[in-house]
């Protein structure tokens, strides 16, 4: 049974920073594409950022990038997100996908 445990959402200050875990079970993770999306209400789900490839190659939305940074750690089977210099506009409901499956979603709040 594959299973995706997302944390560290929250309420956060314009200009402040979070970081999103998302832990996996059941799922040969070191093979499967990783990635970080979100949902702002009214929007589509949207790629944030991905890890591409088995050596680490990443991707990331214009709208991110030089802000987050996305990482891995094979032995933890476990991506995060770092995310500096939020925006009000970066809230959204933020999921990870790993090989497939979807985490649950965190809501990640930007205001002051």
């Known amino acids: 049974q594959v299973q995706l445990v997302e944390s560290g959402g929250g309420l956060v200050q314009p200009g402040g920073s979070l970081r999103l875990s998302c832990a996996a079970s059941g799922i040969i993770f070191s093979l499967s594409a990783k990635g970080w999306y979100r949902q702002a209400p009214g929007k589509q789900r949207e790629l944030v950022a991905a890890?591409?490839?088995?050596?680490?190659?990443?991707t990331y939305a214009d709208f991110v990038k030089g802000r987050f940074t996305i990482s891995r750690d094979n032995a933890k089977n476990t991506v995060y997100l770092q995310m500096n210099s939020l925006k009000p506009e970066d809230t959204a409901v933020y999921y990870c996908?790993?090989?497939?499956?979807w985490s649950q979603g965190t809501l990640v709040t930007v205001s002051s």
């Open positions: 996908g790993i090989g497939g499956y």
């Open positions: 890890i591409i490839t088995r050596d680490g190659s990443t």
